[in-house]
């Protein structure tokens, strides 16, 4: 393996036993939780299984997740893999809140971010409208999963579900947790909370890092707080100084700034980098800093960076000297990687201590509760430390002392709690409950505020850059307008957030919102992308987004990459098509596009369900030839022959259409979209019903006795998938009454499929409403749930892609 190793790296050898032995495991079978220092080569490590069973043909999923716990650090793990030529060989994608290149997760290799990949296992992806929220689990479910920076997730919130997620996933998506600062206790008790294999660095191993070898990196401890003049008396050439708040890096900022506006004589540039800044800006200077603080720097002039948690990971920076406030260990640890970070440097950490909140009492926002008394206990152990040069081995003590003791504690959390919190997220998953979301994925989660004055006038929020705020920021900032008197005569309204709006069924329908005004903080739980006044915000290049009295600023059109497609994003029309030709069309679709992509998962899924090889493939065809038996309703068909009578196309009253001939930008289709008398009626839960018997005899589940327990719930999961292909939230059906022509429909497309003429006896051609909730897939029943999801995704896959097809 070193061999094959080296070759796909470009590298002379891997550095140690701990980048080839998670391959070892994972090929086999075994998952892995794997310990290494920063700038260990830990991302190669990650790739290697994927690259080598694509390379050699093994068994392993096509698809690889990527998932860390911050942007910066995807955008520079793509960024690494784009400069190393990945990008021409695999098809690379980078999904984040702020660039959306694959919000449907459909790249063979996504870096994405921890809130991306959790929220889309939800059934509530960020990326993508309600309507279309279980489309991305199935992604989820038949991936290879990678979990970078694993130590960063918040312990209360997003460390549970993404834990309570694997357990779900356990045998059938296989995954590889990283970490350079987790405690030995943690370690331990992962590997058996999850049934996985702990691979860390020997001190040989270490020795043969280059990162490592003959460098000090020194760390003091500060009894003061960090300050522009300290700054400044301890500045060499290059220095970076990290507050654990925008607000105070912006105010850190300017005060160097003005101190070195006096000092004519001092010829020193400043940077400062948070998240708050427009797209453009922060990559601007995001490629100054490591121009000015990378490997390859040229250390001319004299540069200070000041800077939020965004550095913490994925910037392959160094420096002589860096300041910080007091975090967790573990945090503290990963800013410090950033000084001395290269072989033979020389570096000095300088540890300030929290400045006070109003009552005089330490300020560790934004680390909150159990974080605040980590950051607590760090300033304590630190004084052994003071003075002290850091090594791998010094730094794991220190996470040992600091940590070790609260991670033995939250485990032992997690493990009582670990019902009530799988009930949450199944909760989530079946109702698509957003009140739980920051329960589940960071209980001080990040939101999206866009500025515009009017946003009724928006086609689509998510086409408009926005900024990234945590959602204690934005609550805090509510509280205080509303002390301030606002909103008042001038000011009417304070922020608002956009609500989908139900317009019919079809993957060719567009979303809608309507915007609705906060009027307090509960409102603020209702969506995770707000618009804020512009009287109440600025925005400048130099120092980003701040809560002050503007009024000046619009967020600009995001720039969206080639053929990406993100929420709310509307077809550009499609024609004519007939029943069959749509199922043809979506059928080659699947077996060219999409099978490979689920063969893994389907495959272990089949062997966990003890069913028959290849009856996942079987279902999702079938699911396909039969997803849109409730368009062949009269109703339904009688609406699209009156459309098309209407834009001058009439079909005769034979031709089952699946899609209408439809120009978002024809004048005509224009004029009568808005003339035509009501919505078009549903089909997908009446689709479901009418070919429920169908599918029971398709599957032959009568013939299995006490073996048919697993294809009923395959049954179940088929049904669901064409019952919710266009809603995750459907729970009945209407009456329905078939075309005459619809068996003679089903019997040409089944035909596909190799299936009896006289299976489509079973159909049922009239039922009037009810409920189907006692036919739907239970979110707590882990086989149904699952195999629902991988049906669904190719479903509605399939179902987009046929549209956008020719012919």
Known sequence: MDEIFARLFSVPKPYGFFQIKPAEYLLSGRNVILQAPTGSGKTMAALFPY???????????????????????????????????????LDVRLQTGE??????????????????????????????????????????????????????????????????????????????????????EMLNRLAGFLDAEVVTVSPQELQSIPSQREKERRIHRVKGFLTAETVLHHHRSRSIAICNTVERAQSLYKRICDLLSARASEDVEVILLHSRFLQNDRREKEDAVRRLFGKRAKKKGSVILVATQVIEVGLDITCEVMHTEIAPASAILQRAGRCAR????????????????????????????QQAMLCKKTWEALAAFDGKTMDFFAEQQLVNLVHAGTDVLMLDNLERASYVHRKQMLKTIGQQEMGLVRELIRSDDSVSVLVHPNPEEIASPYELESFSLFFGTLQGQLAKWREEGLPNEKISWLLKYPQERDIGEGEDCPVLYKWVKVEDRQLLRCSSIFAVNPFLVKYDSETGFCFSPGGGFQSPARKFLAGEQGKGRRQK??????????????????????????????????????????????????????????????????WAHEWQRRIGAPVGED?????????????????????????????????????????????????????????????????????????????????????????????????????????????????????????????????????????????????????????
């Open 655 to 807: 031709y089952l259409i699946a899609h209408t001939c439809y120009n978002p930008d024809d004048p005509l289709h224009q004029a009568v979209e808005k003339e035509m008398p009501g919505a078009r009626p549903p089909h997908a839960a009446e689709g479901a019903v009418a070919v429920l018997k169908i599918i029971y005899r398709l599957l032959d589940i009568g013939a299995y006795g006490r073996q048919e327990g697993p294809r009923l719930k395959l049954l179940k999961a088929l049904f669901t998938a064409i019952a919710r292909h266009h809603s995750p939230r459907t729970e009945g059906f209407k009456s329905f009454a078939l075309h005459p022509s619809a068996q003679a429909a089903l019997r040409e497309v089944l035909a596909f499929l190799g299936a009896e003429e006289q299976v489509v006896s079973a159909l049922e051609t009239n039922r009037t409403s009810q409920p189907i909730a006692n036919l739907l897939v239970q979110p707590e029943q882990r086989d149904e749930l699952l195999a629902y999801f991988l049906i669904v995704r190719a479903l509605r896959l399939a179902d987009q892609k046929a549209m956008n097809r020719e012919g």
């Open 342 to 369: 290269f072989e033979a440097e020389k570096g000095d950490v300088y540890v300030y201590q929290a400045p006070p909140n109003p009552k005089g009492a330490p300020n560790y926002a934004p680390y909150l509760g």
């Open 99 to 184: 660039q959306k290149d694959d919000p449907q997760l459909e790249g063979e290799v996504t870096f994405v971010t921890i809130d991306q990949a959790l929220s889309s296992f939800l059934n509530i992806p960020y990326s993508l409208s309600l309507r279309q929220g279980n489309v991305n689990a199935g992604a989820v479910a038949s991936s290879y999963l990678v979990f970078d920076e694993f130590h960063l997730l918040d312990p209360g919130s997003t460390l549970p579900t993404t834990l309570e997620m694997l357990r779900l996933l356990r045998g059938m998506a296989p995954f590889l947790l990283m970490t350079a600062t987790f405690s030995g």
């Open 573 to 638: 029309g499609y024609g004519l098509e007939s029943y069959r030709q749509h199922v043809e069309k979506m059928l080659h679709v699947y077996q060219t596009e999409l099978s490979r992509q689920l063969t893994y998962a389907a495959a272990r899924l089949e062997r966990l369900m003890g069913l028959q090889a290849g009856l996942f493939d079987y279902s999702t065809r079938l699911a396909i030839a039969l997803h849109d038996a409730g368009k062949m309703d009269s109703r339904w068909q009688a």
């Open 51 to 89: 690259l080598l069973a694509r390379r050699e043909g093994l068994d392993f999923p096509r698809k690889m997740l990527y998932c860390v716990p911050m942007r910066v650090l995807a955008r520079s793990f793509y960024n690494d893999l784009a400069k190393n030529g990945w990008h021409d060989k």
